[in-house]
């Protein structure tokens, strides 16, 4: 870079986008990841720490001579290295290995860093616009095949030797289900380029794991770190009807802060399958006066519900999104 501003050289732009696919390809791959997992701390924090950090120092330097293309790989090198510095120290505080639900979300994590990171880089244009589209499904594609196999079998519902690790809330459920959650979020906020399909998919996705995250996390505070133990505790029955609740209102008052009908619609849903829930599932074991107890509560909840719902509804701005 100092180079370049001196002798004014473009083509070194060319040289500084080799250059961060090259650390990239070290990083995660060879030897990255799988060095990573048993290397020294104090080495781990310098190779990706540092490589960050030289990048950072790159990206200012690419800001003062115009560099747009070059800065934007840069940009998403940055991005790349810090999230994957992120996976592996999660994955070293675990003690995860690929045969555990954290372990699997860690490497499929990894990968859907490395498509959003080809994404954002689609925004330079040209030719090579192509080929990380093509990267971009590639990593997709593996990404999706880790988390469908997380989510179907290696799922800790299913498996008993497969029990969660940490304390509560912040333990591997986080790391399995959240942490993929908060990246596909982010890929949607950084990118508001993205295909109007695209956001909406990815965003179903992090409400997926949110959920799974959000059950798993309930039922293991209820049944332990084995959360392949048949049948559901009253208690914990109750607790998702809450929960579910809970989401769903506030859901209504985001939606009506952000003005969108899509929102206002899905936590219409959300209420209406809490409800269905309540009626079907948790009175069904009830008897004498506690049902009756519990069918009034219901019903003074609904109206006072109902009640907020049409305040908002007449405040409704009439142009929403």
């Known amino acids: 870079m100092a180079v370049d501003r001196r002798l004014g050289l473009p ?20 030897p990255g990841i799988f060095w990573a997992n048993d290397a020294p701390l104090w080495e781990i924090l310098l190779t990706y720490l540092g490589a960050a950090g030289l990048m950072y120092a790159a990206w200012g330097e690419l800001a003062e001579r115009g560099r747009s293309n ?13 999230g994957v510095f992120g996976s592996v120290m999660l994955g070293r505080v675990l003690g995860s290995d690929l045969e555990s639900h954290w372990g699997l979300s860690l490497f499929g994590s990894i990968w859907l860093i490395l498509m959003f990171v080809q994404m954002y880089r689609m925004q330079a244009g040209g030719w090579m616009r192509w080929v990380r589209v093509l990267l971009a499904g590639i990593y997709g594609v593996v990404a999706t095949l880790v988390f469908a196999l997380i989510l179907v079998w290696m799922n800790p519902l299913n498996l008993s030797y497969d029990a969660v690790v940490g304390p509560p809330i912040f333990d591997s459920l986080l790391v399995a289900f959240g942490v993929p959650a908060l990246i596909l979020a ?11 399909w695209l956001r909406v998919c990815f965003m179903a996705l992090s409400a997926v794991f949110s959920a799974a995250y959000l059950g798993l996390e309930i039922r293991r505070l209820w049944q332990g770190r084995d959360l392949s133990a048949p049948g559901v505790m009253d208690g914990e029955l109750y607790s998702y009807t809450i929960a579910l609740l809970l ?19 899905i936590a219409t849903i959300g209420i ?39 305040r908002m509804a007449d405040q409704w701005d009439p142009d929403p999104d």
Request: proline content about 1%.
């Open 70 to 82: 070059a800065r934007l790989a840069v940009e998403s090198g940055i991005w790349a290295t810090l």
């Open 247 to 265: 989401v769903s209102v506030g859901l209504l008052f985001f939606a009506f802060n952000r003005r969108s009908v899509a929102l206002r619609q």
């Open 11 to 30: 083509l070194l732009g060319l040289f500084v986008q080799a250059g961060v696919v090259v650390i990239g390809w070290r990083l995660v791959l060879d």
């Open 272 to 310: 209406g399958l809490t409800i269905a829930k309540v009626f079907l599932i948790d009175m069904a074991g009830l008897a004498g006066l506690l049902r009756v107890a519990s069918f009034l509560g219901l019903g003074l909840s609904l109206a006072g519900l109902g009640w907020v719902y049409r």
């Open 186 to 196: 982010i890929g949607v906020w950084q990118l508001p380029e993205m295909r109007r």
